[in-house]
T-cell receptor, first 110, second 112 residues
Framework: AAGVIQSPRHLIKEKRETATLKCYPI?????VYWYQQGPGQDPQFLIS???????DKGSIPDRFSAQQFSDYHSELNMSSLELGDSALYFC?????????FGPGTRLTVL | KQEVTQIPAALSVPEGENLVLNCSFT??????LQWFRQDPGKGLTSLLL?????REQTSGRLNASLDKSSGRSTLYIAASQPGDSATYLC???????????FGTGTRLKVLA
């Protein structure tokens, strides 16, 4: 069965650079969620989209923005990267009750 | 504001033991609760999903129970194996929202 795809799987950036993370939901899933998991921390909700509209927002810095496109894939754009942005970023998709999580993108900011 | 806590934070047991991981949440109005496994530096593997109307779910050696009124869930692992070593996370979706609130995790080590 198709799963949630995230790219890239690993990303290394310098401070103050920009990063773009991509999420491809399971086919026919119309909702995407983004979570951030810092080292030794539990995942924290960032933002979600339903039918290409932002549906909820968590503790997402103003330096981050995200959108969902017409094909339902989503991109998380992160600017002016800081050391503290180093984390595992998960995307999840759903069209009903269950959220299916992608493998995550590990972002390292040097 | 929903808060999810897991006890114990870490657990080390000899192989073959049956064990119980605990998860508590402050707002009992939940939509569902899910248990995940996470290996170091890896993604989340879904173990069991319990809808709010259900009391428990079973998969192989795993059994998860849910008591909404007391704000608690337990994950029971039977006959533990070294391959069960991982961090176990519980997460809830509070009614009226659609995002998961994750617990603090239990780091399990099963010794051979």
């Amino acid at each position: 069965a198709a799963g949630v795809i995230q790219s890239p799987r690993h990303l290394i950036k310098e401070k103050r650079e920009t990063a773009t993370l991509k999420c491809y939901p399971i086919p026919r899933h119309d909702t995407v969620y983004w979570y951030q998991q810092g080292p030794g921390q539990d995942p924290q909700f960032l933002i979600s989209f339903y039918e290409k509209m932002q549906s909820d927002k968590g503790s997402i810095p103003d330096r981050f923005s995200a959108q969902q496109f017409s094909d339902y894939h989503s991109e998380l754009n992160m600017s002016s990267l800081e050391l503290g942005d180093s984390a595992l970023y998960f995307c999840a998709s759903t069209n009903a009750d269950t959220q299916y999580f992608g493998p995550g993108t590990r972002l390292t900011v040097l | 504001k929903q808060e999810v806590t897991q006890i114990p934070a870490a657990l080390s047991v000899p192989e073959g033991e049956n064990l119980v991981l605990n998860c508590s949440f402050t707002d009992s109005a939940i939509y569902n609760l899910q248990w995940f496994r996470q290996d170091p530096g890896k993604g989340l593997t879904s173990l069991l999903l319990i809808q709010s109307s259900q009391r428990e779910q079973t998969s192989g050696r795993l059994n998860a129970s849910l008591d909404k009124s007391s704000g608690r869930s337990t994950l029971y692992i039977a006959a533990s194996q070294p391959g069960d070593s991982a961090t176990y996370l519980c997460a809830v979706i509070t009614s009226g929202t659609y995002k998961y609130i994750f617990g603090t995790g239990t780091r399990l080590k099963v010794l051979a």
